[in-house]
């Protein structure tokens, strides 16, 4: 088993890689969900929804649900899409996450986004230049405008 609990002292999965197999005691988890579905488009791969308690291992699950069914198989992907009250269909998308971000840093450092501090300069000499606007920029003419509405 591939997993960072003990025996003997040693995790299992460096007992695992050298080649020692461990037999695994049976522990408590609870299933809330199981949904299993082929993939329409390669009939070898299956794909699984769980919802579960923690302690649960997917990889094993996997393993156990192949061997039930007499046979052999392993995970390709494994995708958490929730912890706790934290759920992947509410995290930021890459453009919110930017705009936080850089929020943040004028808050603390409102000098970063100075036009006048050089950094100007800096991005032609890198061959950034000639017309194209980063995320900095598009963000500090967005303060500059909001200042303006503002005022």
Not at 43 to 67: E, N, P
Not at 113 to 123: D, I, L, T, V
Not at 132 to 140: D, L, P, S, V
Request: proline share 2%; hydrophobic share 30%; glycine share 10%.
């Amino acid at each position: 088993m591939f997993s960072a609990l003990h025996h003997n002292g040693q995790r299992l999965h460096e007992l695992a890689r050298a080649g020692v197999t461990v037999e695994r005691q049976a522990r408590p988890v609870t299933i809330t969900r199981f949904d299993v579905h082929r993939d329409p488009h390669d009939k070898q791969l299956v794909h699984f929804y769980v919802g579960c308690s923690k302690g649960t291992y997917i990889r094993t699950l996997g393993h156990d649900l192949a061997t039930s069914l007499g046979t052999t198989g392993h995970l390709v992907a494994l995708r958490r899409e929730a912890i706790g009250d934290a759920r992947v269909d509410d995290a930021w998308d890459v453009e919110t996450l930017m705009d936080k971000l850089f929020a943040a840093i004028r808050e603390r450092r409102p000098e970063a986004f100075n036009r006048e501090a050089g950094n100007q300069g800096n991005k032609q000499k890198r061959g950034r230049g000639g017309g194209r606007r980063n995320r900095k920029e598009q963000h500090q003419e967005q303060l500059q405008e909001q200042q303006q509405e503002q005022q």
